[in-house]
């Protein structure tokens, strides 16, 4: 196994865990009180995460930092810092779609029926979210778009089986779905702590990206291209 630093700051939340051997042994989370505010604390949160495992003698193999849908301003913070630290140390970069992070809480925490669909969602305005479709085992029945939702956005799969939409984006939308099969889990953010096991399977798989080159998946080059909400 293999001691990984994760960083998240898709939405207002930021945080940053350590990983090492499958377990989360450090973790932090702020909300940011103002804009601007994750880059002041970011820096903070990832030195006193590396003084806690240079303090425990573990070395680090891998900088996990979330990938996208997210804030251009949050995710370009996020990676800029994760590309600096494995530069600076020779480490490897992993990038976790920050969509499949979100169904990780609920795939660990709830009992879900075993056809059931995840339908994770990031607000983007009025009634337009960025969401994908994953199944319990998170492979992409429908991969990720800019929806904007209303009654049929996501009926092929509610007439099949159970849906279970969360995220910042996933309350605003209830009311226009109005389904039967359509469940919505409340609570549910992109935190870093939720980060290993996806971070940990890229590692493994080595899916890892060019720290020179790499760049996250900007929600606003996507909801440029998105049509205009009758809303």
């Known amino acids: 196994m293999s001691c990984i630093l994760h960083i998240e700051t898709s939405t207002e939340v930021c945080s940053v865990a350590v990983s090492d051997d499958a377990q989360v042994i450090y973790h932090d989370e702020q909300r940011a009180e103002h804009k601007g505010s994750s880059a002041e604390r970011l820096a903070t949160m990832v030195d006193e995460a590396m003084s806690f495992t240079d303090s425990h003698a573990i070395p680090f193999d891998a900088v996990a930092v979330s990938g996208g849908p997210g804030s251009y301003t949050g995710l370009r913070i996020g990676v800029s810092m994760a590309k600096g630290i494995c530069c600076g140390r020779g480490l490897k970069l992993i990038s976790v779609p920050t969509l499949e992070l979100l169904c990780v809480p609920v795939l660990l925490r709830d009992e879900l029926p075993d056809d059931a669909l995840l339908c994770p969602m990031l607000d983007a305005r009025r009634m337009e979210v960025y969401a994908a479709v994953y199944d319990r085992a998170l492979r992409p029945v429908?991969?990720?778009?800019?929806?904007?939702?209303?009654?049929?956005?996501?009926?092929?799969?509610?007439?099949?089986?159970?849906?279970?939409?969360?995220?910042?984006?996933?309350?605003?939308?209830?009311?226009?779905?109005?389904?039967?099969?359509?469940?919505?889990?409340?609570?549910?953010?992109?935190?870093?702590?939720?980060?290993?096991?996806?971070?940990?399977?890229?590692?493994?798989?080595?899916?890892?990206?060019?720290?020179?080159?790499?760049?996250?998946?900007?929600?606003?080059?996507?909801?440029?291209?998105?049509?205009?909400?009758?809303?």
């Open 142 to 231: 429908r991969p990720v778009q800019a929806d904007v939702v209303d009654a049929d956005t996501y009926r092929e799969w509610l007439e099949e089986r159970p849906v279970y939409f969360l995220g910042n984006g996933a309350a605003k939308c209830m009311t226009a779905i109005q389904h039967p099969n359509a469940h919505l889990i409340e609570g549910i953010e992109p935190l870093a702590r939720w980060m290993q096991p996806l971070a940990e399977r890229r590692l493994l798989n080595g899916q890892t990206e060019d720290v020179a080159y790499y760049e996250p998946f900007y929600l606003k080059d996507f909801v440029a291209k998105m049509p205009k909400s009758p809303f």
